[in-house]
């Protein structure tokens, strides 16, 4: 049943307005993304068409129980009215955060965040994030102090990462909003309803490391992916790494990364479309679909190509009326800075160890590498670059150095690399 209240409801145990009688309406969700509802309501005798308006909220069936959405845009035509409205959550677009900054933990920052709004709103803030980081942002909306990607501004999700989950008024950053519900897909052919793209950019099927033993000698050696024979050619990624002693650990190191990061495996996409697909005789390979839920991991296997892999829901399209998804979407998701931050230099040399990563990746927000909106700072003679006096910035005016702490002024930056790239001699 679909129900719509006042603009000023805050709870919707009653009918509200009254029961809506649509003719159709879907919701759409996306990880850390869109959560919209599209609906069609007849002109229908009983005059329920009337009590829709802009502002006003649905409440609706989704696949973890009803939830409400205020209605943004109204279509009329000559039989029906198409509606859009989006999920609560969206409230937030319309607050303004004058002044964000939070050295801390997770929870402080989404604090932060909900005392930093020019109004106070219904809504709490809460997260199971355990990182420590630090958080600044001015003069941006809440949702985007939360969730935006612009290269230009900080957010909760590129300092902490983590997966949002709304629930009427409640708005929660969590590791992950999703379980592993041992559900395994498996495909290799083209059929109706279902798209699957593999994307090989990115793949590395052989390690070569090197390292260096306690009396300085250097070594290497080098693994292969079990899927090294589905190329032409080995697809080769250096790693090296100064923190194992021996070939036996640097083979151990090497093993990890193809296994913790799948960097030998393909990015799959999969959309799932249940209306045509249970029409055909595999629909029951995908049936297990209907009982998955935002965020959660799904295994894939691939038949022909011989290899499986962990994937997410990233999205769904879900039918109100009927209770069941039309849509079902599973990919590559990277919820945390620490996994986007690995990804990004798969390509390139890896120096470090999987704990020594997650310790420099705090190191980059909040100590002697630091990253702001206009500069990357390293402190010489300070674990924290604010109080540093000794510093390389790195921005708009090229690679400067400094001894005058990060205060000093234009003329006090010393130029080494010209923003041309050009290195720049000391005088005489």
């Not at 719509?4 to 879907?26: D, M, Q, R």
Request: charged share 25%; with cysteine; proline share 4%.
């Amino acid at each position: 049943m679909i129900t719509i209240h006042e603009k000023t409801a805050k709870t919707f145990g009653t009918l509200g307005l009254g029961a809506l009688l649509p003719a159709s309406c879907v919701v759409t969700e996306e990880l850390n993304g869109a959560f919209e509802l599209e609906m069609q309501h007849p002109y229908d005798e009983g005059g329920k068409w009337r009590r829709i308006e802009r502002g006003r909220i649905l409440y609706a069936p989704t696949p973890t129980g009803p939830q409400p959405f205020r209605i943004y845009n109204t279509t009329p035509s000559m039989d029906s009215i198409k509606v859009n409205a989006r999920h609560i959550f969206y409230d937030l677009l319309d607050n303004l955060c004058g002044n964000i900054v939070s050295v801390g933990t997770a929870a402080q920052a989404m604090a932060a965040v909900r005392a930093a709004m020019a109004y106070p709103m219904p809504f709490s803030f809460s997260t199971d994030i355990t990182k420590t980081g630090r958080l600044t942002a001015s003069r941006v909306n809440p949702v985007q102090a939360l969730l935006s990607n612009d290269e230009n501004m900080e957010s909760f999700v590129k300092i902490f990462g983590g997966e949002l989950l709304r629930d009427h008024f409640s708005i929660a950053m969590k590791e992950s909003i999703g379980a592993d519900r041992d559900v395994v897909i498996r495909y290799g052919k083209n059929l109706s309803g279902l798209k699957a793209d593999e994307n090989d950019e990115g793949i590395k099927t052989r390690l070569i490391g090197y390292g260096a033993d306690a009396k300085g000698n250097d070594f290497y050696v080098t693994e292969d992916s079990p899927y090294i024979v589905n190329y032409i050619y080995p697809k080769i990624m250096v790693v090296e790494d100064n923190t194992v002693e021996t070939p036996s650990q640097l083979r151990e190191k090497l093993l990890t990364i193809f296994r913790e990061n799948e960097i030998d495996l393909p990015k799959v996409n999969i959309k799932v479309d249940f209306v045509p697909l249970a029409k055909t005789e595999e629909y029951r390979d995908f049936a297990a679909l209907e009982d998955v839920r935002l965020g959660d991991t799904v295994t894939v296997i691939n038949e022909k190509m011989g290899f499986s892999k962990r994937a997410k829901v990233i999205s769904y399209q879900w039918d109100c009326l009927r209770g069941q998804y039309e849509q079902v979407e599973l990919g590559d998701f990277l919820g945390t800075i620490v996994n986007s931050i690995t990804d990004s230099e798969k390509s390139y040399k890896v120096a470090i160890s999987a704990s020594q990563e997650a310790k420099n990746v705090i190191n980059i927000i909040s100590g002697r590498i630091a990253i702001t909106q206009t500069s990357f700072y390293v402190a010489i003679d300070t674990d924290d670059y604010l109080t540093s006096e000794r510093l390389f910035r790195f921005g708009e005016n090229g690679l400067q150095f400094t001894d005058a702490g990060i205060e000093a002024a234009d003329d006090e930056w010393k130029t080494l690399i010209s923003p041309d790239g050009e290195i720049v001699l000391p005088k005489g």
